[in-house]
């Protein structure tokens, strides 16, 4: 009874994806259909490249979309581009593990090797456009470098945002594996959507060690938040958080099965890329983020900082970069700037 009533607290929330989307379907060469939102462009001509908005890890296509507001997808939309917001396998309102054919088990490497291309080639083949601009936060920006790394075309021009390739942060690495271990046990035993609508309407802290992780509260309102946490929140598999860990406890990035270096590939990509990263991200500090735009080998790269240091009001933490009250005004803008180039 009483989850039944947190539940409906928790509705209480949940915004509806906002209009005007279009919803389409694609599927993966391994079996999957994924939710993809198409965003025309708004109050402009279109570009010529389209460009896919992609979400991270434990979130959904909402994360890149969440309302008219705070949502990197529409306004990209209206700077005139046209727009593409995939849910990854098992997310969203793309397909869930079905325990046949869809079992409740996959890695990162298998989302770069069938989401990733399935998404590219659906929106090549909608647009008629040869190359696609590619946009990813955290885990989404780390598919792009997955994609290159291992020789992946289709794309034009790319910006990650807040997306880690070495992934020790502290020097305490015993316990931060420690940790991460048991956050994927405890995942997969217990699913992170549903544990997180269950208590949001009992977590009443706006300045908690939580939230310092992943938000800054000077740049994020809390309705903003509770509202993302209602419906941009998803579960991942074991093997999934598993392979995370892995990095964490190595220091590397790349295949489940060591065999492909993705870090070390970057330096054959010839893309041009812009990589930012917050200043106060506590998950993704500039520190791990950076040696990927070290690590490029393309002439054409940026490495930007949203925070104080570049005109900021304050820096920005991982889940700023899309919920920030004034991401149209500080951060969105040097994305749109670089693809328009």
């Known amino acids: ?17 906002p209009a005007p989307v279009e919803s389409l379907r694609v599927r993966t060469d391994d079996g999957w259909e994924l939710d993809l939102r198409h965003i025309a462009p708004q109050g402009g001509p279109a570009r010529a490249r389209p ?24 306004y990209l939309a209206s700077r005139g581009f046209d727009v593409w917001v995939p849910s990854l396998r098992g997310v969203g309102p793309s397909d869930r593990p079905d325990g046949a054919t869809r079992r409740n088990d996959w890695s990162f490497d298998d989302v770069a090797a069938h989401d990733v291309p399935a998404i590219l080639g659906f929106v090549q083949a909608r647009t008629g456009a040869a190359q696609v601009d590619w946009v990813g936060h955290s885990m989404g920006g780390m598919l792009l470098y997955a994609h290159l790394s291992r020789g992946g075309g289709g794309i034009r021009r790319g910006a990650t945002l807040g ?17 991460v271990s048991g956050f994927a046990e405890m995942a997969a035993r217990l699913p992170l959507r549903g544990m997180t609508r269950l208590v949001m309407p009992l977590h009443a802290a706006w300045d908690g060690p939580i939230e310092r992780m992943l938000i800054t509260p000077e740049n994020t309102l809390p309705d903003v938040w509770r509202r993302f946490l209602s419906v941009g929140v998803d579960d991942e598999p074991p093997s999934m958080l598993a392979q995370f860990a892995s990095w964490l406890e190595r220091d ?5 099965d060591g065999k492909t270096d993705y870090l070390r590939g970057l330096a054959e990509v010839r893309v041009p890329l812009l990589v930012v990263a917050g200043r106060a991200d506590a998950l993704a500090p500039p520190w791990v983020v950076r040696p990927a735009y070290e690590a490029l080998g393309t002439d054409e790269k940026k490495w930007w900082v949203a925070g104080e240091v570049n005109g900021a009001q304050a820096d920005y933490s991982h889940m700023d970069l899309l919920l920030g009250e004034r991401c149209a005004d500080e951060v969105w803008p040097v994305v749109a700037e670089w693809l328009e180039r």
């Open 1 to 17: 009874m009483l989850a039944s009533a947190l539940g409906a607290c928790a509705s209480l929330w949940e915004t509806p994806w």
């Open 51 to 74: 460009v896919v908005a992609q979400h991270g890890v434990v979130t959904n296509g909402r994360n890149m979309d969440l309302d008219e507001r705070h949502s990197i997808a529409r």
């Open 163 to 179: 997306s880690p390739v070495r992934l020790r942060w502290s020097g305490k690495v015993e316990d931060s594996v420690r940790a």
């Open 252 to 256: 590397r990035f790349d295949s489940a």
